[in-house]
């Protein structure tokens, strides 16, 4: 798994996985920003919504093939490796 920086909430793009607490989580919704507060809903995958400060920093993570094995095999799912030939 690769962590960024610090950014902030204004900034992650719905789609995105930010770390919560040490658990990756998909970004599922952000709704607009609540006027001067700066603040707004957000919903991460496997929590209820919550609402945050624009400007809080959260990291962002890029799963690699080791992490995405390990969810497949935590969903009971057997994933089958397909070889690459030279050229791929």
């Known amino acids: ?3 960024s920086p610090p950014v902030a909430w204004r900034d ?3 789609g995105a996985v930010v770390l919560d607490d040490g658990t990756p989580r998909t970004v599922l919704h952000k709704a607009p ?3 001067a507060h700066g603040l707004r809903t957000v919903l991460l995958e496997g929590r209820t919504p919550f609402v945050i400060n624009d400007g809080a920093e959260v990291r962002m993570v890029a799963l690699d093939d080791a992490d ?3 969810t497949l095999a935590r969903a ?3 994933p089958i490796i397909i070889e690459r030939t ?3």
């Open 76 to 78: 009971g799912l057997d």
């Open 33 to 35: 920003s609540l006027g």
């Open 86 to 88: 030279e050229g791929d």
């Open 1 to 3: 798994m690769n962590v």
């Open 12 to 14: 992650v793009p719905v």
């Open 68 to 70: 995405a094995l390990a």
